[in-house]
């Protein structure tokens, strides 16, 4: 059984040991831990909360409302609802911060609580800290029972999610209705069943086939929207007569398209795509992480702006956004950040800003696709035993290159002519990650194995040991 315990919050496999797996154990104590901070960190007495459809999410979200109810907290609950829904209604509700509790593209034997400070987006690394040093030590002061918190149900913020994106200027309604698209969507029976045909038929999309959008956490594949998991929707694509596919993870802040041949868009080039429709109309600056595709580098200097890259992690991406006031940022994995409606990922607003560009783009979605530049990345990693300090070995490959372009904000990244290479430890395991991109698999592969090489070449010689 897993538990993983980090700034972002708690995630762990249901079942087992407190401590070892996410017990109503853990639950309690972690959601104890992050309600005596929010105390400290705002005046409001609200927290909202809201969860995707996975098995465990009722009795989480149980645990995590009485919790909070004991610690003096108001509860509003979206029920079933998005994670950027979530984002969006602890603004509107002028609360605390929330509670989002979902594993994101985990299996269903997953979940996990994601923690929102009052600005609706992740709490940063400083307060998550904070919030860990609170479950440990178990300083938890609840109140008597006269001061019990209040709890409201309201399941109407997904409607209030999709009017402020409709009301978004980028967001063409009226080409998206006369294009007449006939799309299929897999929402993978989680949130997604709820939002994406809520949205897309406030987009004037009148042919919508659905594929598992009945939201009761029974997941049909895994559910991380990568190609080798997409092969139904894929395969029901190429045999009928689609514009497009869509597909989201269980909380919908990820988002991939496929093309009308059933073949995948690239959840990589999600991001791309709309930036590109946002840049050729409110020019500005774009962020994506180290490990994202430098297409975007490309798209954002053919309209005359700066791209720059982050850290890894939605919260760097937003810090990186801000300061560099970046219209549109996100991360390659299909997350799309566009901080005119908020900053966080969000598939519901890509999806309307990817309709509106490829409505006015008025070709296929396929030769859209070719239309930008075609770079491919290989995703590696080295396991490394318990007794090698990770943090030397990627100093030595460091000293290795030291000649070589790099940005050294996560891990290490190093510029090579024919392609990039990022190297990041893991936060949770002796491990490596090594992704490499270039414009043809070949070389993404050489490029990464050349690395890993490198690697294997330093443990050889035990400078790296513990002592």
């Known amino acids: 059984m897993t538990l993983i315990k980090s700034i972002s919050g708690i995630r762990g496999t249901i079942g087992g040991k407190p401590g070892d797996s996410l017990t109503p154990i853990d639950v309690a104590k972690f959601a104890a831990a992050y309600g005596t901070w929010a105390k400290t960190n705002s005046e409001s ?36 609802s998005t994670t950027p829904t979530v984002e969006m209604a602890v ?38 800290k904070k919030i860990l040093v609170l479950a440990k030590k178990e300083n938890i002061d609840f109140v008597d029972v006269k001061h019990f918190g209040s ?16 009301k978004l200027p ?12 006939n799309i299929a969507i897999d929402c993978v029976n989680s949130t997604g069943g709820i939002a994406l045909p809520l949205l897309l038929k406030a987009l004037g999309v009148k042919q919508v086939s659905e594929f598992y959008c009945e939201p009761d956490g029974h997941f049909p594949h895994n559910p991380e929207p990568l190609a080798e998991n ?16 869509i597909v989201v993870d269980p909380d919908v802040d990820r988002l991939c398209f496929i093309n009308e041949d059933g073949s995948m868009f690239g959840e990589e080039y999600t991001l791309v795509a709309i930036a590109d429709y946002v840049l050729k109309h409110t020019p500005g600056n774009t962020v994506s992480n180290l490990s994202s595709t430098r297409a975007l580098k490309d798209v954002t200097e053919k309209h005359g702006k700066q791209y720059i890259a982050s850290a890894v992690g939605e919260v760097n991406v937003v810090t990186a956004m801000k300061k560099n006031k970046a219209v549109i940022g996100g991360e390659g994995n299909g997350g799309v950040i566009y901080p005119e409606l908020h900053y966080g990922r969000d598939a519901l607003v890509g999806i309307a800003l990817f309709l509106s560009h490829l409505a006015k783009y008025g070709k296929s979605i396929s030769m859209m696709r070719a239309s930008y530049p075609n770079y491919v990345i290989s995703k590696n990693k080295i396991e490394l035993t318990p007794e090698i300090d990770v943090d030397c070995v990627i100093e030595k490959i460091k000293d290795h290159y030291a000649k070589t372009p790099m940005i050294t904000v996560d891990g290490v990244r190093f510029d090579f002519e024919a392609g990039w290479v990022h190297l990041r430890k893991s936060n949770t395991e002796p491990i490596i990650r090594i992704y490499a991109e ?15 090489s490198d690697i294997k070449e330093v443990l050889d010689t035990n400078a790296c040991l513990l002592r």
């Open 91 to 128: 603004v509107w509700e002028k609360a605390a911060g929330g509670i989002i509790i979902t594993a994101s593209h985990n299996p269903g034997h997953w979940n996990a609580l994601k923690l929102l400070n009052a600005d609706g987006e992740f709490v940063s690394e400083r307060d998550g």
């Open 170 to 181: 980028l967001v063409d309604i009226e080409a998206i209705r006369n294009k007449n698209f």
């Open 151 to 166: 709890y409201r149900k309201d399941d109407n913020y997904i409607q209030k999610h999709i009017d402020a994106i409709l």
């Open 438 to 452: 270039a414009d043809t698999h070949a070389t993404a592969d050489n490029l990464a194995h050349k690395i890993i």
């Open 45 to 80: 007495n609200t927290i909202v909360i809201g969860r995707d459809a996975r098995l465990s999410g009722p009795w989480v979200s149980a645990i995590v409302t009485e919790t909070l109810r004991c610690l003096g907290f108001d509860v509003v609950d979206l029920g079933l």
């Open 230 to 245: 997409l092969s139904f929707i894929s395969n029901e694509i190429e045999k009928g007569h689609y514009d497009l596919g």
